[in-house]
Structures are given as C-alpha cells and as structure tokens.
C-alpha cells in the first residue's frame, strides 16, 4: 500500500486588502466639468476633411516663401477647364489660367490672409482673439461685378462647456449658433439666421456624439437639408468616413463613402458616392516642403472625368 | 384587429403611390440607394474597419 503522502496541510491566514474597483463605466460624470465643444460650423470637421479633399482637374503649382516667422507670400498658378455652372445637366467647361498672390500674416492672437487674383477678385479673411474667449472673424470676397462681392463679420465666444457665435453679412444677413457639451460625449447646437435681401430666415439643430474610435454627428435645418455623418478611427494613420446629406426642397440626396491614409511621406483620401461618382486625392511629400498632388475625379453617370496634377513648394 | 387591417391596407396605398408614381420612384430610388450605402459602410466601418489598417 502506498504511503500517502502525508503533507501537514498549513492553511495560512491571510489577510486580504479588497482595492475597490473602479472600472471606466463606473465612473462618475462631472456634469459640472465637461469639456468645450467645437465651433458649430465645424461639427462635421473630420468627415469634410476625409470626404472632401479640394479636387480640381488641371495644373496647379504653388509656392509659399517665408520671410520671416509670422509673415509669408504665396503664389499659385492653375491652368485648365473651369466648369460654369449652367441650367442643363451638361457641364460646361472653359479653359483658362489665372495667377494668384497671396500674403499671410500669422500671430498667436491674429492671422491675416489676403490673396488677389489676376482677373480682379480679392479674398481676405482675418481672425484676431480679442480676449481669451473672445475672438472675432472676418472675410470677404470682392470682385469686379457689380452684386457679387460679399462680406461676413462674425464674434465667437468661447464658455467653460458651450460656445456661442454671432454673424453678421451685407445684404442684411444675421446668423446666430450655440452649442452645449451635454455629456463628456454628446454635444447639441442649435442655429438661427436671417437674409434680409432675400426675405428668408432658417433655423437648424444639430448634434454632435464622439469617443476615441468614432465620431457621428447629425443636423437638420428648416432650409431642408438633413445631414449625417459618421467617422471611424480605425487607427491612428486611417479613418473610415460615410456621410449623407438630403435635401428635400430640392430633392436632392447624395450619401459617400471613403478613406483617408495619412503616412509618413503621404496622404491618400478616395471616396465612392451614390450619383455614380469616384474620388480621389493624393499627395506625397518628395522633400522637406517639397509636395507633389495627384487628383482624379470620375463621374461614371454624367460622363465626366477630370484629372489634375500639381506641386507644392513650402510649408 | 380592424384596426390593423385598415392601417395594412393604407400602407400598401402609400407603397403603391411610391413606387409606381414615375416621379416620387426617380427620387425615391436615389433615396434607397443613398440610406443603404451610408447605413452598409457605417455596419461594415464598424465590424470590418480593422482590417483597413495599416
């Protein structure tokens, strides 16, 4: 017979500390500390920036010198077909070529930007912070035609969890917008305006849900626009994007889906809509400052495929 | 139950005047297709997006 084994079991007490758990779920929402939201026109930042990237189809080059830490003058040149918006469903498109100089100025508290172009029209936009919280915003575009140059002037004001914003246009146009952290998550804004020249007034919600992995957003308007929108960080180079816009005074809806890949030596951003319509962006940077751009733009249901190429010098 | 029966029947009117109204069909099937890929890339975004990254 085998010998047990014979192994004085010593049952050692211990005692045992219980550190409460506290997991990410449970914890407490200050509601009193939540954080800023972003500006009400740019609640759908992430998806405009992968779904649209600035197509054109031609040549471009631009070149941008510093001449010294706040101040640096730009010169572009874009030769190729213009398109001219007309009333039939074919698109018209006249070729030409325009040179454009441009002058920034850049402070920590106030950016000036100025271009003007060789046919006549002037853009500049301004942006000075007042105070800490309060910033004002200024652009404007004039032109040569009588009726077609327009101004904007707007005041921002930034809270603890809101921020608020006051427009004012010429042709007697008033905008207001706010919007309000909810929860550390969800933000809500809501927006009015006002167009005295053309009799219309317009109010619009909107609102806003984001964690690390995803942000989607959603806002409709009187105007009958609804819009959709969801981005997917998949990882810290690539995000996902589908977005949807209908509106239903002009019986108009579009949804599109893409990718933006964002490398070390380049940046590729394509989308694929519903109207039949493939996109898609890149640029590479070839040295320090040195950026060659490719676009290609197929629209498979008008029949109309547009290709352009450019380089970027400076930063 | 005759309630849901008049609310079916009203139902197949509303489907009918969508569909076969050539005009409200030329949008509505814009609309189909806009809702269906915006609703399909955000299912395959959310339960396939990881194999997209590099």
Redo the contacts between chains.
């Keep these: 017979m085998a010998a047990a084994l014979n192994v004085p079991l010593t049952t050692s007490t211990t005692t045992v500390t219980t550190i409460p758990q506290m997991t990410k779920g449970e914890e407490k929402v200050d509601y009193l500390n939540l954080p800023c939201p972003i500006p009400y026109e740019e609640i759908h930042r992430e998806a405009l920036m992968s779904l649209k990237p600035e197509l054109f189809e031609g040549m471009r080059f631009d070149f941008t010198k510093g001449l010294n830490q706040k101040f640096s003058l730009s010169h572009s040149v874009f030769m190729g077909p213009m398109e001219i918006p007309s009333q039939s469903s074919e698109t018209i498109k006249i070729p030409a070529a325009h040179y454009e100089f441009g002058a920034n100025f850049i402070d920590p508290k106030l950016m000036l930007f100025g271009r003007i172009m060789t046919d006549g029209r002037l853009n500049a936009r301004v942006k000075c912070d007042l105070t800490e919280n309060l910033s004002l915003k200024a652009n404007s575009q004039l032109t040569n035609e009588p009726h077609m140059s327009h101004g904007m002037v707007s005041f921002d004001y930034k809270g603890k969890d809101y921020r608020t914003q006051f427009q004012l246009g010429n042709g007697a146009l008033f905008g207001a917008n706010y919007i309000q952290s909810v929860t550390p998550h969800l933000s809500f804004g809501g927006e009015v305006f006002w167009a005295g020249q053309h009799r219309k007034s317009g109010i619009g919600y909107a609102a806003r849900y984001n964690t690390d992995k995803m942000v989607a957003t959603g806002q409709v308007a009187s105007t009958g626009l609804v819009a959709l929108s969801y981005v997917q960080k998949v990882s810290e180079k690539v995000s996902l994007a589908s977005d949807f816009m209908y509106n239903y005074m002009s019986k108009d809806v579009t949804a599109s889906f893409g990718y933006d890949y964002i490398l070390r030596q380049c940046r590729l951003r394509g989308k694929i809509d519903s109207n039949g319509c493939a996109a898609a962006f890149l640029e590479e940077r070839l040295n320090m400052g040195l950026n060659f751009i490719l676009s290609a733009e197929l629209d498979h249901r008008k029949k109309d495929y547009k290709f352009g190429f450019g380089l970027t010098v400076g930063e | 139950m005759t309630d849901s029966v008049v609310s079916v029947e009203k139902l197949k009117a509303f489907v009918h005047s969508q569909y076969y109204d050539e005009e409200k069909w030329a949008?509505n099937s814009?609309?189909l297709?806009?809702?269906g890929?915006?609703a399909g890339?955000?299912f395959l975004?959310?339960n396939y997006?990881?194999l997209?990254?590099?």
């Design positions: 949008l814009k609309l297709r806009a809702v890929l915006f890339s955000i975004m959310r997006g990881d997209m990254a590099i």
